[in-house]
C-alpha cells in the first residue's frame, strides 16, 4: 500500500470548481484544499489569519486593514498580492457593476481598496459582529477564469484533473506558504462514490483508504480491519417544503406535518442511531448560538397532526411528491420513513428520486418541486446558516418569508455585542421552529472507516477534508 497517495470517496459529483460557482458542500470540502482565504478556520471553528499575516479594525468598527503576506505563490507561478484580494472581493460583492457572487459580502461591503501591493482595505456599510468568519472565501488570481476547469489558487494541493463520475485528482504544492501546516502526502485521489456496497468493496480490495457516508452497521461489520470514526457533521437534514405552493402556503400544514415526523425512528431507521436530533436549522455543534429551549414547540402526535390538517382544509389529506437526490442513501432512506409517517395522518407520498445535478437545478435552482429531503451543510458564522431563510435570498428555496424573522436576522449581522447577537440568533431559530418552514430533522454523524495508518483526519464545523493534515504513521 502506498504512502505517497491517499485515497477517499466522496458521495456527489463536483458541481463547480469555480468557487463563485458552486453550491454543493462537497465540493468546497475539497476546493477548501485548492484556495486559501484571508483567514483559515481550525477543527473547532475558530478563524485564524491565512493569506493576511496581521489585520486591523477602526475603533468605528466600519474599515478592516489586512497586512498580506509575502511571498506567497498561485499554482501557476503568479505572485499572490492585494490586486487579487481587490479583484476577488469586488466580485463577490459586486462593486463591478457585474453580477454579485456573494449576498453576504454585497449586503455587508461598502467599498475596498489596495493602498499598496500588500496592504488590502475593506470598509463595511455596518458595524458587523460576524465580518471576519466571512472572510475565509477563496481568493482567486487577478483575470484568471478558467477554474471550472482547472481551478488554480495558493492552496496546500493543485488541482490535476477531474474525471466526471469517477474521480478528482489533486498534488501537493512543492511551494505551499503554509510551513506549519506543509501537506504530507503527494497525491490525493478522491472518487465519487455513494454505493455503501462498492466503498466497503473498495476498502476491503485496498483501492480506497478512507471510506465515508456509510451506516452505522456496514461500519461496524469491518471495524476489525479498519478504525471506526464517527461524529456530528453541523450538518442539518430537513423536509424541505416549498412554502410558495399549496398547501404549504398555509402554516397549519406545515405544522402538521412537523408533529407527523418521528425523528427517533428516522435517526434509527437511516442513521442506525448516530445522530443529533434538532428543532431548527442549528446543530450543537455550533455552541453558544444553539437554542436548546425548543423541542417543546412540536412534539410528535399524529392524532393533533391530523387536527391540524383539518383546520386548514385537508381532512382528506393530499398527494405529496418527495424529491430526493439519489446519491444520498440517508436522504433516500429518510424519505421511505417519514413517507410513511405521513400517511398515518392522510397524506400520500410519492418519493421522485433525481440525480445531483437534477436537484441542483430543480430544487436549489429553479424551485420548482414540492418537497425535499437535503442536509444543510454547515457554516462558520450563524448568518450564513440563517440566510437561508431570509425572504429575498436568492437561494432561499423553501420561500419562507417571515418579516420579523428578516428584521431580526439583519439587527443580529449588525449587533456588535456578541450577547446580544447571541439572543438575536436564539430569537430567529425559534421563529424558524414555531413557523416550520422545513421539518429539522437531525445532524447526522458521518461515519467513517480509515485504514488503519492514516491519521490526522478530523470533522470541522465546515464540510472540509483537510489532506494537508493527514498523514500515514
Known amino acids: 500500500m502506498s504512502k505517497d497517495v491517499l485515497r477517499i470517496n466522496v458521495a456527489s459529483e463536483p458541481d463547480s470548481f469555480f468557487p463563485w460557482e458552486s453550491a454543493a458542500a462537497d465540493t468546497a470540502a475539497i476546493y477548501y484544499n485548492i484556495f486559501d482565504g484571508l483567514f483559515s478556520f481550525d477543527e473547532r471553528g475558530k478563524i485564524h489569519p491565512a493569506l493576511c499575516e496581521s489585520y486591523e479594525i477602526s475603533s468605528d468598527k466600519l474599515t478592516y486593514t ?92 493543485k488541482f490535476v484533473e477531474y474525471q466526471p463520475h469517477e474521480k478528482v485528482v489533486l498534488e501537493k504544492n512543492e511551494n505551499y506558504w503554509n510551513s506549519e501546516n506543509e501537506p504530507k502526502i503527494h497525491r490525493i485521489e478522491i472518487y465519487v462514490m455513494s454505493d455503501e456496497q462498492a466503498i466497503l468493496s473498495a476498502l476491503q480490495a485496498k483501492k480506497l483508504d478512507i471510506g465515508q457516508m456509510l451506516s452505522a452497521e456496514n461500519a461496524k461489520s469491518l471495524e476489525k480491519k479498519f478504525r471506526l470514526f464517527s461524529a456530528p457533521q453541523n450538518m442539518v437534514q430537513v423536509l424541505g417544503l416549498n412554502n410558495s405552493v399549496k398547501p404549504f402556503d398555509n402554516p397549519l400544514v406545515r405544522q402538521a406535518i412537523t408533529m407527523a415526523i418521528n425523528k427517533d425512528e428516522v435517526i434509527d431507521g437511516a442513521m442506525d442511531g448516530f445522530g443529533t436530533k434538532l428543532y431548527s436549522n442549528f446543530s450543537p455543534v455550533l455552541g453558544e448560538y444553539y437554542n436548546d429551549r425548543l423541542s417543546e414547540i412540536y412534539k410528535n402526535d399524529a392524532a393533533t397532526a391530523k387536527s391540524l390538517l383539518a383546520s386548514a382544509g385537508y381532512g382528506n389529506g393530499f398527494d405529496l411528491e418527495i424529491t430526493v437526490p439519489i446519491n444520498y442513501r440517508i436522504h433516500v432512506d429518510t424519505a421511505q420513513i417519514v413517507a410513511r409517517q405521513l400517511e398515518q395522518i392522510g397524506i400520500r407520498c410519492n418519493i421522485k428520486p433525481v440525480d445531483w445535478a437534477d436537484w441542483l437545478d430543480q430544487v436549489y435552482t429553479k424551485f420548482d418541486y414540492q418537497a425535499t429531503i437535503i442536509a444543510f451543510g454547515g457554516k462558520l458564522e450563524p448568518g450564513e446558516v440563517l440566510q437561508r431563510y431570509f425572504s429575498s435570498y436568492k437561494r432561499n428555496f423553501t420561500r419562507y418569508n417571515n418579516p420579523v424573522f428578516d428584521e431580526t436576522f439583519t439587527k443580529a449581522g449588525l449587533e456588535t455585542d456578541l450577547n446580544k447577537r447571541i439572543k438575536y440568533y436564539k430569537y430567529c431559530q425559534e421563529l424558524l421552529a414555531k413557523s416550520a418552514p422545513a421539518v429539522f430533522i437531525a445532524d447526522p454523524n458521518n461515519t467513517v472507516l480509515l485504514r488503519k495508518d492514516v491519521r490526522g483526519f478530523d470533522v470541522y464545523p465546515v464540510l472540509f477534508y483537510n489532506f494537508a493534515k493527514m498523514y500515514f504513521e
Open 66 to 157: 489586512f497586512r498580506l503576506r509575502q511571498g506567497v505563490k498561485f499554482h501557476n507561478g503568479a505572485d499572490f498580492t492585494s490586486t487579487d484580494c481587490f479583484y476577488t472581493y469586488e466580485n463577490l460583492a459586486g462593486l463591478n457593476g457585474k453580477a454579485v457572487k456573494s449576498d453576504m459580502m454585497a449586503s455587508s461591503i461598502e467599498s475596498i481598496e489596495a493602498p499598496d501591493r500588500y496592504t488590502f482595505v475593506i470598509k463595511t456599510k455596518n458595524p458587523l459582529g460576524g465580518f471576519l468568519a466571512l472572510n475565509i472565501c477563496p481568493i482567486l488570481p487577478v483575470g484568471y477564469t478558467n477554474h471550472a476547469e482547472n481551478p488554480i489558487g495558493t492552496g496546500a494541493y
